[in-house]
């Protein structure tokens, strides 16, 4: 079977946004962020995004719904309601939205506006994911973050206020120097503000930040996973369905544009430094992209093929590993059907990787055509994945 | 070339003390090279080599040299293998020279393998011309090092040349010392071939190249020959020297040295040390001091993956064409699968061959911890060898069990003499003689071979700060009271983890290799448990803890490269790790059993 067998209207499209700025450098963050000086650039900037999904499409005409679409950061929240409104116009002018698309921003505590707030939803933006990360003082402090973890309920509750029923929290686990009761305080206060969707991670030190030059005395691994299977237990209790690794949500409130990455859905991304995979051409081949991380360099080439940093065409056997390291973050994992109509490749090609993760006890046995990680599988998820490489 | 403008020589020197240096001054000298075709180190053209700085293969360059007389001479340097693993290498090297450039170091001083191969080239009756190199560095002491030539190696060296290869200082003076002091060679013009093989090689294009020295008569292009060991008839097809381009002639003189092109299919065709004669009308002698070369040192080396055994063995008989030392006959062991034993010349060779097999043919192997042959008597008196410790059967089984024993001399500076000889004790040493040369000390003691080889090397260099330098010959088996000491992995018994130790060491060993393997083997889903038995015993235990929890939290969707690569690494780490039941064992574990002294 080759990808000329994928019919591309059963692969769900998004769009991802990326708003590179942040009012400072949070010391754990490895994403594209820039640190603000003075202004930031709004008007220029969303000229440039315009410019570039313009570009986008001319390359290749999309007819797809797009079901959801995500201003991620950097600090979205730092671009007034207009500006946001201007992009989702232009957007709007170019594709089809699907009926119950979903479109999220990310907002800092630290720089909540209500007016901005309402703005955003005036626009257009119907779920919003506040960094909250914890609401321990001396956590916030060592992360490096902006705002207290007042703030973070002052800015939870502007979002209710200006129309948001369906919110997002980011927490992190295993911060220096946390304890477990610590690390449950901080759940408890999340659950305590009734998000409908938990995003709760475990910190890692990223090569390339500051915490991997100076590491911060985090809690060893032992630690950390008692932490962790603590607060699995108690997210639970509270109603939260564990859906992948780091995700919580109430029932049917998961995160479409998150799931549509797990589920090897596509999506355009537009502005410095972001992602898009995008399965087209005459043969449908599936090509990655990456725009040009920083802010000037993109600003100038925006609009043009210049903008595209790094651009690779899936090969055919990096299909299973580009599938499954996605597809099997998922506590209910795949079938069989998604796999090749994502993919264009036949589930057999998934055979041997499959048969010795059985082995090892890291996906279920084959009831139906579903593929599901194990506990286990889950547990020692990078194992399961390195089988597909 | 008439006889007496010949010269055959070879460089006997230590690692760094500048050999290859000296060589390629030599090269430039007598321009056998342009200067834009000079890369430095000529000589050792296998990357490894390079690398290390070591000679693995024996090369031969052929320069013109005008020398003050007015005449041209035909310098023939041969180049020498510097190793304690290739010593027989190096005597065949000696053998096709008349004279030899002993290159010492001015600030370092002699060094053992240098005294070794020097005393070689003397009962070769070589002559021996000391040269003093590096004397433009600033801590030089030509007069020290001059002093200490003529006590430990006996030979007159206060007229010792001093030079600098590096700035290129004396080097003239070499070259014209060479042509006056060294003699030129003997032999017989007129008689029946006879041409030494002093190394055969395995060229993709060509075929078995062979390094040859002519001793008597003349061989010639088309002409047929005999290789006297093996009695088979080749035809030359193409012969030459090397300046060091290759230059092909249509015939090689007496007394001269180049390479010969004939047919041959593999190296076992053309053993180094081994004599060529004509096919029509023989000689019946061969040359002096041709022998079968045998492995001292033994390893089990396993593909981690089971599909690439194939290749593997493709690999092995492809480094044989060009390794007449190595030796190899498949190995099943119950918990690495299917593998080879091989022999080695020594860790070297052994290190130089995983290298290559890994670089070259691009293969993830596990190798076992390398063990020496042992000889065991049976009850009725029967003697057979054992390379691989998991052969050794229980106690009861037989009358004696003997190991082999190596004469070692350690040359070094007085200061070192204490820690150096508190070492050799702690591995089982019997001193035999201590002599005072000068600045330095050469103790000789004997030795068991296992002992050498667990760590022996390394321990040395640390406890004199390099300044001791080692060589060994193997000497005798000798009864030992050794025991089996075997290692479990959650209960079951791992073959390839066996080793064999003196009893008195073993529960210290047992002790110490549970604990290095519980810092080598990394956490995995379960517990795992490490025991080290000897018989049914288990004489020492520790465990390593499972891992809870092997996840990545944050897979920042859009971007899925860093992960990959993230996962890539992770992966790369586990390529020289073998699933042993469900255990992941690396590599590391199974070198374990060498380093389990070292902590100390």
Known sequence: MSNTDLPLESVPLSLYVHLPWCARKCPYCDFNSHAARGVIPEREYVDALIRDLEFELSDAGESRPLRSIFFGGGTPSLFSGAAIGRVLDAVAARLKFANDIEITLEANPGTADAANFRGYRAAGVNRMSI???????????????????????RAFAMARDAGFDNLNLDLMFALPQQTQVQALADLHGALALQPEHLSWYHLTLEPN??????????????????????????????????YETSAFARPGLQSRHNLNYWRFGDYLGIGAGAHAKRTAGKDLRIERRARHKHPRTYMETAGTAEAIQERRVLAQDELPFEFCMNALRLHDGFIAEQFESRTGAPFSALSPMLAQALRLGLVEPPATDAVRPTEAGRRYQNRLFELFL | MNLANIRNFCIIAHIDHGKSTLADRFIQYTGGLEEREMTAQVLDNNPIERERGITIKAQAVSLDYKARDGQVYQLNLMDTPGHVDFSYEVSRSLQACEGALLVVDASQGVEAQSVANCYTALEMHLEVLPILNKIDLQNAEPERVADE??????????????????????????????????????????????????????????????????????????????????????????????????????????????????????????????????????????????????????????????????????????????????????????????????????????????????????????????????????????????????ELPDGSEFQDLREPIITARVLMPHSYVGPVMQLCMEKRGVQKNLRYLGAQVQLEIEMPLAEVVLDFFDRLKSVSRGYASFEYEFTRFQTADLVRLDVLVNGDKVDALASIVHRDASYTRGRDLCERMQEVIHRQQFDVAIQAAIGAKIISRSTVKALRKDVTAKCYGGDVSRKRKLLEKQKEGKKRMKQVGSVEIPQEAFLAVLGVDRKK
Not at chain 2, 223 to 251: C, N, W, Y
């Open chain 1, 131 to 153: 960094g909250v990360q914890s609401f321990d003082p001396a956590h916030l402090a060592a992360l490096g973050r902006i705002h207290s973890g007042d703030e973070a309920r």
């Open chain 1, 209 to 242: 930040t500051e915490f991997a030059a100076r590491p911060p005395a985090v809690p060893d691994a032992d630690t950390a996973a008692d932490m962790h299977d603590a607060g699995c237990a108690l997210l639970a209790d509270a109603g939260f369905a564990h």
């Open chain 2, 149 to 390: 030539i003529e006590q430990v190696i006996g030979i007159e060296a206060t007229d010792a040349l001093r030079i600098s290869a590096k700035t290129g200082l004396g080097v003239a003076e070499v070259l014209e010392a060479v042509v006056l002091k060294l003699p030129p060679p003997k032999g017989d013009p007129a008689g029946k071939l006879q041409a030494l093989i002093v190394d055969s090689w395995f060229d993709n294009y060509l075929g078995v190249v062979s390094l040859v020295r002519v001793i008597n008569g003349r061989i010639q292009k088309g002409q047929k020959i005999k290789v006297m060991s093996t009695g088979k008839d080749h035809e030359v097809s193409m012969l030459g020297v090397h300046t060091p381009k290759r230059v092909f002639k249509d015939a090689l003189e007496t007394g001269e040295v180049g390479f010969v092109i004939a047919g041959i299919k593999d190296i076992f065709g053309a053993p180094v040390g081994d004599t060529l004669t004509q096919a029509i009308n023989p000689c019946t002698e061969m040359l002096p001091g041709f022998r079968k070369i045998q492995p001292r040192v033994f390893a089990g080396l396993f593909p981690v993956d089971a599909e690439d055994f194939e290749d593997f063995r493709d690999s092995l008989s492809k480094l044989r064409l060009n390794d007449s030392a190595l030796q190899y006959e498949p190995e099943n062991s119950t918990a690495l699968g299917f593998g080879f034993r091989i022999g080695f010349l020594g860790m070297l060779h052994m290190e130089i061959v995983q290298e290559r097999l890994e670089r070259e043919y691009n293969l993830n192997l596990i190798t076992t911890a390398p063990s020496v042959v042992y000889e065991i008597v049976s009850g009725d008196g029967e003697v057979r060898r054992i390379d691989n410790p998991a």
